[in-house]
């Protein structure tokens, strides 16, 4: 009966450390979606600034 005790105990704390585990992975893909979205973000308007430079630049003559 002790064996089977101590074994249930050891499920349980193995069980407890999973579940640990999978909500740090789930709050880092939450930190990488976040951070993927603000990258897209930043690249529109990088791309915004990129093209308002051809203009300006296009209106010189060489």
Same mark, same amino acid.
């Given at each position: &009966? ?5 074994? /249930?105990?050891?499920? $349980?704390? =193995? $069980?407890?450390?999973? =579940? &640990?585990? !999978?909500?740090?992975? $789930?709050? &880092? +893909? #939450?930190? /990488?979606?976040?951070?993927? =979205?603000? /990258?897209? #973000?930043?690249?529109?308007? !990088?791309?915004? +600034? ?5 203009? !300006?630049?296009?209106?010189?003559? !060489?």
């Amino acid at each position: &009966m002790h064996e089977v005790a101590s074994a /249930t105990r050891e499920q $349980s704390l =193995a $069980s407890n450390s999973i =579940a &640990m585990r !999978v909500e740090d992975i $789930s709050q &880092m +893909v #939450e930190k /990488t979606s976040s951070a993927i =979205a603000q /990258t897209a #973000e930043n690249a529109s308007q !990088v791309e915004q +600034v990129a093209i308002q430079l051809n203009r !300006v630049v296009g209106q010189f003559k !060489v």
